[in-house]
Antibody
Framework: EVQLVESGGGLVQPGRSLRLSCAAS????????MHWVRQAPGKGLEWVSG????????GYADSVKGRFTISRDNAKNSLYLQMNSLRAEDTALYYC?????????????WGQGTLVTVSS | AIRMTQSPSSFSASTGDRVTITCRAS??????LAWYQQKPGKAPKLLIY???TLQSGVPSRFSGSGSGTDFTLTISCLQSEDFATYYC?????????FGQGTKVEIK
């Protein structure tokens, strides 16, 4: 059974940093691209960032480019999102999502999310 | 960036109804479209990709159609567990983008 478990969320002041983690199990992690997708409270879904199986391809939404960094450790079956210079508009539930295959950006499994609140 | 627009934003329906949700892309995306279902407090679930291919395990009452700029998600016979919010998503070009969602409520 595919499991994705996010952690690292919390309350942080504007301008500070936070690092999210996603622990994956139930599939061959290094065969798949992985993504972060966020959802502001009461709002829709927004793709944040994606990373290919070997970290050779990486993409970011314009809203986070230059502030967020995605990475993965295939030996630890883990995905990360380093978030710097956080803003109030980054407040959201952050989901880790598995790519269906290759670099499709179809998200076939999702974690339950970790909540990031940016507020003074 | 490609913009995805869903209609309606919400509507009420009854169990057993046939319902259709529309998604329009701001430019052509071929068949690079997925549909997701999200229930309150839960993560989204992939229903359909490639505009009309049912994800494994998804009931056959769900179907998708369309190509280019106009797409539809149809639920042939609405069940109680189908009351949720539905999102379309294009993966034709960067950045991947979701529609604003369509909430299906109980009449």
């Amino acid at each position: 059974e595919v499991q994705l478990v996010e952690s690292g969320g919390g309350l942080v002041q504007p301008g500070r940093s936070l690092r999210l983690s996603c622990a994956a199990s139930g599939f061959t992690f290094d065969d798949y691209a992985m993504h972060w997708v966020r959802q502001a409270p009461g709002k829709g879904l927004e793709w944040v960032s994606g990373i290919s199986w070997n970290s050779g391809s990486i993409g970011y939404a314009d809203s986070v480019k230059g502030r967020f960094t995605i990475s993965r450790d295939n030996a630890k079956n883990s995905l990360y999102l380093q978030m710097n210079s956080l803003r109030a508009e980054d407040t959201a539930l952050y989901y880790c999502a598995k790519d269906r295959s290759g670099w499709t950006h179809i998200f076939d499994y999702w974690g339950q999310g970790t909540l990031v609140t940016v507020s003074s | 960036a490609i913009r995805m627009t869903q209609s309606p934003s919400s509507f009420s329906a009854s169990t057993g109804d046939r319902v259709t949700i529309t998604c329009r892309a701001s430019q052509g995306i071929s068949s690079y479209l997925a549909w997701y279902q999200q229930k309150p407090g839960k993560a989204p679930k992939l229903l359909i990709y490639a505009a009309s291919t049912l994800q494994s395990g998804v009931p056959s009452r769900f179907s998708g159609s369309g190509s280019g700029t106009d797409f539809t998600l149809t639920i042939s016979c609405l069940q109680s567990e189908d009351f949720a919010t539905y999102y379309c998503q294009q993966y034709y070009s960067y950045p991947p983008a979701f529609g604003q969602g369509t909430k299906v409520e109980i009449k």
